[in-house]
């Protein structure tokens, strides 16, 4: 079946360093979007990507759908103690699939 | 109101009980997902109701029962549930369909789950 992986599984950085995480597809996408979920809560939707190489950026953080829509990539500059979590990817083709996230620690 | 809530916010029940989780939201959303996720594992759709009509069931089991009694409403209900049952699990809902049975997956909204052990 279709599998959507993520790596790293873990990261820790020091508050102050730059974070990304990367996401695989194992088949093709027609968009990926990228969700963040703090400890002991609920998956908060940060943005969906549609067009093969898309780049959006939220303030620190740069979204990027890979030009044959099966890898996707999230980098967050300049980490703060705020952006603690995991963070998940999760594609399209006919359905939702999360993929195995990434879960970031950010030390003060 | 951009919020999805989910009662009970947790829910201990032995393996011979029944007990049903609820969800509900009021955005207008067509389109509503259970999902279970195990500690420190992705979200695992489960069931897809769209316009009150089930559109994807997981290979659920049937111990596992969806019911959608209007556009704001979602239950899960429960019984004879296993220990390997117990999880966080998870509402959602989202607009945007791109036909009347299969929703468009745009942005979803997560109500704070239910956390369930099966004794």
């Known amino acids: 079946g279709q599998q959507v992986m993520q790596i790293p599984q873990y990261q820790h950085v020091q508050e102050g360093e730059d974070f990304t995480t990367y996401c695989n597809s194992s088949?093709?996408?027609?968009?990926i979007q990228w969700y963040k979920q703090r400890p002991g809560g609920h998956p908060v939707f940060l943005i969906q990507?549609?067009?093969?190489?898309e780049v959006k950026k939220q303030k620190r953080l740069t979204f990027q759908f890979g030009e044959a829509k099966k890898n996707s990539s999230l980098h967050i500059t300049a980490t703060q103690t705020t952006d603690v979590g995991t963070y998940f990817c999760?594609?399209?083709?006919?359905?939702?699939?999360f993929g195995t996230g990434t879960r970031l620690q950010v030390f003060p | 109101d951009t919020e999805v809530t989910q009662t009970p916010k947790h829910l201990v029940m032995g393996m011979t009980n029944k007990k049903s989780l609820k969800c509900e939201q009021h955005?207008?959303?067509?389109?509503m997902y259970w999902y279970k996720q195990k500690a420190k594992k992705p979200p695992e759709l489960m069931f897809v109701?769209?316009?009150?009509?089930?559109?994807i069931n997981e290979s659920v089991p049937s111990r596992f029962s969806p019911e959608c009694p209007n556009s704001s409403l979602l239950n899960l209900h429960l019984h004879a549930l296993q220990p390997e049952d117990s999880a966080l699990y998870l509402c959602?809902?989202?607009?945007?369909?791109?036909?009347?049975?299969?929703?468009?997956?745009?942005?979803?909204?997560f109500g704070p789950g239910t956390r369930l052990t099966v004794l």
């Open positions: 990507l549609v067009k093969s190489g």
């Open positions: 999760a594609g399209d083709p006919d359905k939702l699939i």
């Open positions: 959602a809902s989202s607009q945007g369909l791109r036909g009347r049975t299969i929703p468009s997956y745009n942005e979803q909204f």
């Open positions: 955005m207008g959303h067509r389109a």
């Open positions: 109701y769209s316009y009150e009509k089930l559109s």
């Open positions: 088949t093709t996408l027609s968009n």
